[in-house]
């Protein structure tokens, strides 16, 4: 990983500086909210308009700042990524191009097409979530463990223990991963050669025995089938586990403070409290891309040794026939199995029937799995209302920090919050296996029906292009099905359950949260329809990219490095237009949040002023507003997600239906 990391970043490392800058101007700006929103309580004990007016305004100011720098590290982020993915292309296809036959023959064609495309998305993704999230967590942690102790040393020092050992847990757990993802990936090469030997056979009108190769696709389908879900199972429960964790953390926050420790029990005490829990929440929210970083890094981990050594070759490379005075290539044809374009929502209206089609034979367990992410959401949802009484207890309880009372709310917290993470367990199992299944049953279905096509078309589009069906769209699909669908149900579950509990404990709150829902709906549905095309563009020509690559690798005299040249520029072209077009959504959506947020402290805070509400209240109201922020922002990147997946159901199902259409 570190070599190929060198190779994709190193030429761009003052942008990348210039990224962590923005990322860190972007955390103090985040801090400081909450240390204004700190300053604002101490108002209400001193009385004093002026400085509520102050801290508010300032906290408007820097959220507009923290929006233009998470833009701007969201926007050089994917320039980063694309021009890595760009040059490393560029270099794949010129070592190999320009490689003895021998070297070459050592490789089979089907994985040189592969870590060309659909390897090289994954990279692609995992910079992007260095970029973006993960080069934001140790700025976000030592900001606010610096915060943390300046109120409390001890409690900064629990804190950097705490999380030390999660941390190790983590590294510990994605190493075990990496070793079950290899095997994961041998079977995709196995599948990859089945496949592209069907088509060969087709495309040249070689006779072969149909049973013989259906019975080895099917065989490789199971044999990839049976170990993903190996990696399944030793990977669904870590992300909840972890989360559930923090979430502990949290509660032993509290706890320490209703038992007296360091922490007293005046007025700006509690208030310090406060602020540690909001701190605490605050880094909890930055640590929820944990779960997709386990999901994605085995297998990002496996591409970069591949391409590492590929990299390793570059010194035998000789010198080719095909030079810059010897132009010979072959254009790819610019046909494709597409459907007829139709209006957005009756376009999005068939990709959801075939989603459904998809999904028909485990409907029973899907439905299953949703109602336990309904219970679990109930379970996250009602906990900052309990949390919210335990404060006014803790504050009404200066003289005895024993009160039961408090301790049974925090277990009742613990309880809520075990329980909650434990029913997302089943769901997340359930719904990675039905994607494996999905996957499996779309495998055969793709290899049956893909003598349907015919040997015209796949000679004037190339097999590589057919093959980026089964690599690209099917594993897209997977994916979408085996945690995205899931995850997105659940964000919007949480979205209205958490706006319902919002308006049982003071509706003025909830109409304050109400007002950017239909905002962040108009801005959604915008970036949905300019992106679409980019998107769809993206797919086809990462599809007509592995056509290219398969085609010169069969005829390396009769392909130039221009012609890849080329068709790699349209690809990286439709990815960063699609991309600055969604990317959009998350500074919009922070700075929605944010304003709805500091509005809440600044209402809540002349609401305690006039003794119309308690302390607890107000916390729970910011939990609240804590736990939409992450489905809110989670929502808004899932465009991608959602884009990529609605393409790849296209393209799938064209060749799919074909037949039927014809």
Known sequence: MKKFLNVALKSQWKTILFI?????????FQ???????????????????????????????????????????????VRVSSNATFNIREKIFHILMNLPDEELGKFKNTSLITWSTRSMSIEQGFIVMILEQLMLIPFTFIAILYEIAL??????????????ILTG???????????????????YGKLNLLFLSKITNIANNIPFKKQKAEAEFEKACENSYDISIKYILSQYYIGPLLLWGLYILVLITLALVNSG??????????????IILIYVAYFISTLTVIPALIGIWPSAY???VILEDIFDLEDKIIK??????????????????????????VERKNIFHKFTRILKEDKTKVIIS??????STLCMVYAPKVAGKTVDLLISNSNASNDIAIYTNIALLIVLYSVGFLFQLPSKKTMGIIGEKVSYNLRMELFDKIDVIGSEFIQENSKGHILSRLNNDLMVIKGFVSSRFSEIYAQILLIAFVFVLILMTDWRFGLIYLVILPIHAICLYICHVKSKTNFNGHQKHLGRMMGYFERGLANRDSFHEIGFEKINQTVTSYYVKSRNITKVMGPITTFLINLSNITVYIAGIYFLIANEIHLGTLLAIIMYGQLLTNPIKKLSTSMDSIETAFSSIKRIFAIIDYQKEK
Request: proline share 0%.
């Open 261 to 274: 420790y360091s922490i007293g029990f005046e007025t700006d005490r509690i208030i310090d409290s406060l």
């Open 20 to 28: 962590a800058v923005l990322s860190i101007i972007q955390t103090i």
């Open 302 to 304: 496996s591409n970069s």
């Open 169 to 187: 847990i983590v590294f510990w757990k994605m190493k075990q991963l990496v070793e079950i993802f290899f095997e994961i990936k041998k079977t």
């Open 320 to 345: 080719s026939k095909n030079t810059n005075d010897n132009l010979k290539r072959i254009e790819i044809v610019e046909e494709d199995i597409v459907q007829e374009d139709k209006d957005i929502w």
């Open 31 to 77: 801090v400081e909210i909450i240390d204004l929103f700190s300053h604002a309580l101490t108002g209400v004990k001193n009385q004093n308009s002026d400085l509520l007016f102050k801290s508010g305004l300032y906290m408007i100011i820097f959220t507009v700042l923290s929006m233009i720098s998470m833009y701007a590290v969201y926007s050089l982020s």
């Open 370 to 375: 949703m109602v336990l992410l309904v219970a």
């Open 151 to 164: 109120i409390d040393g001890t409690f900064a020092l629990f804190f950097l223990v705490f999380l030390s």
